[in-house]
């Protein structure tokens, strides 16, 4: 890392002096590893290791509590109102939910326990999911775009169970 900032160091000073004395990088005398760090350095991209799922501007224990009960109520209740993005980020998780009723086991069944907040929700879950999604592999709830909140002007979404 300090390497790396060295480098950016000599190559900012490297173009002051070529944009002063009408010089061009390449006519200096630089090591490889300089010039290859500048290069790299102009297209920076960064990986999005760990990044599924949006932040929605919340720390991370209440995003976690968000998005659990957002889970519990789309459950609950088929259909739900929220915004665009908040949809988009609970579909993975109400998928997953649904998933492990299907498997039906008992650890399915903890897990699902341990993220949901009603127990008994949990267990009609159990009983009705494998019949009604058998022939579904996946994809079990839809996000529909609607007009936006007033207010501010945000990005409504229903999210809903097919």
Request: include cysteine; glycine fraction near 6%.
């Amino acid at each position: 890392m300090q390497m790396q900032m060295q480098a950016l160091r000599f190559a900012v000073m490297a173009a002051l002096l070529a944009v002063s004395s009408g010089f061009s990088l390449s006519s200096l005398p630089v090591c490889g590893a300089v010039r290859s760090t500048t290069n790299a350095l102009s297209s920076l991209e960064m990986m999005r290791h760990r990044k599924k799922d949006p932040k929605l501007a919340l720390p991370a224990d209440q995003r976690k509590a968000l998005l659990r009960s957002l889970t519990t109520e789309t459950i609950r209740h088929g259909r739900i109102t929220t915004t665009l993005v908040r949809a988009k980020a609970v579909r993975s998780h109400v998928d997953k939910m649904i998933g492990l009723a299907k498997d039906g086991s008992l650890s399915a069944r903890r897990q699902a326990l341990g993220w949901m907040y009603d127990k008994e929700l949990v267990h009609a879950l159990f009983e009705q999911a494998p019949e009604r999604y058998a022939e579904r592999e996946g994809g079990y709830t839809r996000v529909l775009r609607t007009m936006p909140r007033k207010g501010d002007n945000a990005k409504m979404g229903i999210i809903e169970l097919v």
